[in-house]
């Protein structure tokens, strides 16, 4: 199984042949147009810079290898007041789980954890102001207990929106040699993961 970073919150995860990309964007300054080919499409809520199915091109169905979950969640924390519900993503496929959690807004309540439940890998964003900040990441990842974190939807010049966080405070929040950080957007997703990984965005060939 294969994740791969596209930027903002948006990932490619292919396994036995089959491509999901989750929370695609337009819109968001300083990344390219997304360009990415697909067998299904998943959106956290409906925002342009995670709902862009239209940029997505659709390969033929096949038979997705993915049992998908959903756990419903908020964007805000008064209950949706603000910005509405998010959607938790929860894929899981040979004993991997990967729990993609949108525009997480708010502490997980008992029974989201519950609902949610054990993770190899979570998918957080990090960024404060639309989703929780860094110490609110950090909350949701002790709370949960992934063996892996990814965090998402942060400002790293010149790429995101320009008035949330950047990836250090998240980083702070944990200790050095627990931090790993790749060479490239792409994690071969594996059982033996530990860890926060932290993938290096790359533009499209031009």
């Given at each position: 199984m294969k994740l791969t970073w596209l930027g903002h919150a948006c990932f490619l995860l292919e396994h036995d042949h089959y491509r999901v990309v989750i929370d695609p964007y337009k819109g968001v300054p300083g990344y390219p147009p997304l360009s990415v080919r697909a067998n299904a499409v998943y959106c956290s809520h409906q925002h342009a810079d995670h709902n862009a199915a239209e940029l997505v091109t659709r390969l033929s169905k096949g038979k997705n290898p993915f049992k998908v979950r959903t756990v419903k969640t908020y964007h805000d924390e008064s209950e949706g007041a603000e910005r509405g519900e998010n959607t938790v993503h929860i894929f899981s496929a040979n004993d991997i789980t990967v729990a993609h959690m949108g525009d997480l807004g708010h502490h997980l309540t008992l029974e989201q954890i519950e609902e949610i439940g054990p993770l190899t890998v979570m998918l957080i964003p990090v960024g404060g102001v639309y989703t929780v900040n860094a110490v609110g990441a950090k909350s949701a990842c002790m709370a949960l207990r992934p063996r892996c974190v990814i965090p998402m939807h942060y400002r790293h010049d010149p790429y995101g929106l320009p008035n949330i966080e950047g990836l250090d405070?998240?980083?702070?929040?944990?200790?050095?040699?627990?931090?790993?950080?790749?060479?490239?957007?792409?994690?071969?997703?594996?059982?033996?993961?530990?860890?926060?990984?932290?993938?290096?965005?790359?533009?499209?060939?031009?």
């Open positions: 405070p998240f980083l702070k929040l944990w200790s050095k040699s627990m931090i790993r950080r790749l060479d490239g957007p792409a994690l071969e997703l594996s059982t033996d993961l530990s860890g926060v990984y932290v993938p290096r965005f790359e533009p499209p060939a031009e």
